[in-house]
């Protein structure tokens, strides 16, 4: 069964930081490509970060050079470093990937970024 869980949302001021986790069960994790998307209130989901299992990556345009993606096979783990934040960030980001024709979903973690 997969299974995926995000952790590290919460509330930062424009201009600040976060790092959020994804941690997958179920998969096999190393060959697997990772994704980050994210909903915004009254807006479709949109694509943010995608790695794939050997490291490439490729990003929305709206975060280019502020945000980076990364993942720890060993455990199993994928990273969204999130830099220079600004309100329009603020969002539910969710942790996805694609299994033989399957999309599965974390449960979302809320990121707010407002003074």
């Known amino acids: 069964q997969v299974q995926l869980a995000e952790s590290g949302g919460g509330l930062v001021q424009p201009g600040g930081s976060l790092r959020l986790s994804c941690a997958a069960s179920?998969?096999?994790?190393?060959?697997?490509?990772m994704a980050w998307y994210r909903q915004a209130p009254g807006k479709q989901r949109e694509l943010v970060a995608v790695?794939?299992?050997?490291?490439?990556?490729n990003f929305a345009d709206s975060v280019k050079g502020r945000f980076t993606i990364s993942r720890d096979n060993a455990k199993k783990t994928v990273f969204l470093q999130m830099n220079s934040l600004k309100p329009e960030d603020t969002a539910v980001y969710y942790c996805?990937?694609?299994?033989?024709?399957?999309?599965?979903w974390g449960q979302g973690t809320q990121v707010t970024v407002s003074s």
């Open positions: 179920g998969i096999l994790f190393s060959i697997n490509p």
């Open positions: 790695i794939t299992g050997g490291g490439s990556t």
């Open positions: 996805y990937c694609n299994v033989r024709g399957t999309n599965y």
